[in-house]
């Protein structure tokens, strides 16, 4: 689908944008990449705007330079029916959790018997109609200092390290939904920062955390950079007994848009 350019810089703040409906920036068809749903077919509805900034992003246009054409939710809906092969759909950004509209989405996809996956990096918390919440807290390693910042001034730092862990939201998540936590993991020296986490979140839910709800992902958004990640943290899912998810997308598809 079009998109057009937008200058989304102060969407931290923005809860809900100007305009009816969603800025989306991609709308596709394809097999879910990660996590326990790993290869099933599903439409992707990806909205723009994030309140954080991965160095690493691998939708970096929807966060450090957003792009999107808004939809109405009627035109978003048919777009997702047009794909009659898929029953499940994932809802994913940037944050599509920043946007309320996302829950009228939701509400929409449960009426006409869609599996809905949400991709949250688990700040907010919102109540919507979710089959999966799909959580992937953000590590220290994730914060774009000017050394690995992308665009290299590192003005996003102080807001993404204050801002990249909420307790209470993630607790509401988990007790809330049949989730998945999901850390992108680069080495060894991402482990105590999980470990602690876990703790600090098993404290806060009477829910209970299973390892085989934690799933290590590689970071790397290219089969070059999988190529360095994948075999270390697979090693790391084995030696603390969390499960392991591949990028299956990244692997048949590598960085190509809409994947």
């Not at 839910?205 to 290590?216: G, H, M, N």
Request: a negative charge; hydrophobic letters at 35%.
């Amino acid at each position: 689908m079009p998109v057009s350019d937008s200058t989304d810089r102060e969407c931290v703040a923005d809860r809900n944008p100007g305009g009816e409906g969603l800025p989306i920036n991609e709308l596709f068809y394809s097999l879910q990449g990660e996590g326990t749903l790993a290869g099933v077919p599903s439409v992707f509805v990806r909205t723009s705007g994030c309140n954080l900034r991965c160095w690493f992003c691998d939708s970096y246009h929807t966060s450090w330079e957003p792009t999107h054409a808004r939809m109405s939710l009627e035109e978003i809906v048919a777009e997702v029916e047009a794909h009659a092969e898929a029953d499940h759909v994932v809802l994913t950004g940037g944050e599509p959790l920043l946007h309320e509209e996302s829950v009228d989405l939701l509400d929409a996809l449960e009426e006409r018997g869609y599996h809905t996956t949400v991709e949250t990096n688990g700040t907010i918390y919102r109540e919507a109609p979710i089959n999966l919440a799909s959580i992937s807290p953000k590590l220290e390693s994730s914060t774009p200092t000017s050394e690995r910042d992308p665009k290299g001034d590192g003005e996003w730092a102080e807001h993404h390290e204050n801002d990249r862990i909420d307790l209470e939201a993630l607790a509401a998540l988990v007790e809330d939904y049949p989730f998945q936590l999901k850390f992108v993991v680069t080495d060894a020296d991402d482990m105590p920062e999980i470990l602690e986490l876990l703790e600090e979140l098993r404290g806060a839910t009477s829910e209970p955390i299973r390892d085989d709800d934690v799933l290590l992902m590689p970071e790397g958004a290219t089969r070059e950079r999988l190529a360095e990640t994948r075999g270390r943290v697979a090693e790391l899912a084995m030696e603390y007994g969390f499960r392991y998810t591949p990028r299956l997308h990244v692997d048949l598809w590598n960085d190509a848009p809409e994947t």
